[in-house]
């Protein structure tokens, strides 16, 4: 089967299919991330649990026992997951709202979708970033394509999205992203540094001036950003986990996630996209 588009078995889909939500409705989904997913005991999970079994703390109406105190009891890494919206997706559209505890014959197959449809989300996450960004307008018609195409596979069957290539899929979007991603940057008026992939643990640039600067893939884990300017600057796959964003200025970053920000410690003086929330565990 052909990687460019769902199987003759999947649903029909229009000629411009909706955009799915792409933020997670824990309301309508079965715990698919506290069932489906794998953890180790470590600095962001209290226990080890392993894929297809059910964490310790989901109740019976697929509700967190301990949701609201999770960091206190050792479960950091559960507040910066983020589905983008998948969770709900396959619960109530790829299996017509069955849950695997009513149906278990279904769980194995709704555990295998759930990290491919998170990878769908993941990119029309990335995607529509990249049709708002105005300096991208040359990629603009080639994004629009791929979004399409990617909601079309959102929409498909369990047996279909099972054998898609989603690597192969994530490749061809990714090099448009790239090229958005150096659109959006030339505007940047700073010398653009290239962190790609780098090892920035600890690292300490506090007050820098990053506008334009590339963090692909970086490990920004605990680094000092405090004051840093961050406008501009390519945050896709860039981890964050605890560092210092207090004061920093992030508006106009591109590509950077909610579940980012969740990582790190900012506080009232970090500024952050409209589209985005402050964290609820930032200083005040």
């Known amino acids: 089967m052909s990687a460019t588009s769902p199987s003759p078995a999947s649903p029909a889909s229009p000629a411009s ?9 824990c309301s309508n989904c079965f715990a698919l991330c506290c069932v489906a ?5 470590s600095s962001d999970f209290a226990v080890n649990k392993a ?4 964490c310790k703390n989901l109740q019976q109406d697929f509700r967190c026992s301990v949701h609201t105190r999770l960091r206190d009891k050792g479960f950091q890494g559960c507040t910066v997951f983020d589905c983008f919206g998948a969770g709900q997706q396959v619960s109530q559209v790829t299996f017509g709202g069955r ?7 279904t769980a194995g197959s709704m555990y295998e979708v759930f990290p491919v449809m998170r990878q769908l989300h993941e990119l029309l996450f990335y995607v529509t970033e990249a049709l708002a960004l105005p300096a991208a307008a040359p990629v603009h018609a080639d994004l629009r394509l791929a979004r399409t195409e ?11 999205l099972t054998t898609l290539d989603v690597g192969a899929l994530r490749g061809r979007i990714n090099t448009l992203l790239l090229r958005a991603s150096e659109l959006a940057r030339a505007k940047a008026p700073a010398r653009k540094r290239n962190h790609r992939g780098a090892d920035l643990m600890g690292a300490r640039l506090a007050g820098a001036d990053l506008r334009g600067a590339n963090f692909r893939g970086a490990y920004l884990i605990a680094a000092d950003l405090s004051g840093a ?6 945050l896709i796959g860039a981890d964050f986990r605890d560092a210092d964003l207090r004061g920093a200025d992030l508006r106009d970053a591109v590509f950077l996630t909610q579940a980012q920000l969740n990582a790190a410690r900012g506080d009232a003086a970090t500024k952050i ?3 985005l929330a402050r964290p609820a565990h930032w200083s005040a």
């Open 17 to 25: 299919p909706a955009l799915p939500v792409l933020h997670a409705d």
């Open 37 to 41: 997913l794998p953890f180790a005991k």
């Open 51 to 54: 894929a297809g079994t059910p």
């Open 99 to 105: 849950d695997w505890r009513a149906h278990p014959g």
């Open 150 to 160: 990617t909601v079309q596979w959102t929409s498909a069957d369990a047996d279909a």
């Open 229 to 234: 300017d961050l406008r501009l600057a390519d």
């Open 273 to 275: 996209p409209a589209t």
